[in-house]
């Protein structure tokens, strides 16, 4: 079992910068590959960048490529999502997940409960 706890969200403005921290407890998250999704109101959640165990591949959404980076320290235990030049389209809650190495939100098996962002114009 792996609980997973969200920080970092926020309200900032377009433009700017926020870093998204994901912790891990209950097993090491060496055992997992992890994905950030994101759901704004009155949609689906969409996957925004997942990061092999190792690290050593990622993904991302073309809506965030090259301006999103996860990244992770499974020392400890910690997976980032490091955003930069912010748009108001990425308001959402943000979640991150735990399982195999995918785009596809049902093959994760453990979630947190998200962490809002809010970007103004």
């Known amino acids: 079992q792996v609980q997973l706890v969200e920080s970092g969200g926020g309200l900032v403005q377009a433009g700017g910068s926020l870093r998204l921290s994901c912790i891990a407890s209950?097993?090491?998250?060496?055992?997992?590959?992890m994905g950030w999704f994101r759901q704004a109101p009155g949609k689906e959640r969409e996957f925004v960048a997942a990061?092999?165990?190792?690290?050593?591949?990622?993904i991302y959404a073309d809506s965030v490529k090259g301006r999103f980076t996860i990244s992770r320290d499974n020392a400890k235990n910690t997976v980032y999502l490091q955003m930069n030049s912010l748009k108001p389209e990425d308001t959402a809650v943000y979640y991150c997940a735990a399982g195999p190495y995918s785009p596809r939100a049902r093959e994760y098996e453990y979630w947190g409960q998200g962490t809002s962002v809010t970007v103004s114009s």
């Open positions: 209950g097993r090491t998250l060496s055992s997992y590959s």
């Open positions: 990061i092999s165990w190792s690290g050593s591949r990622t």
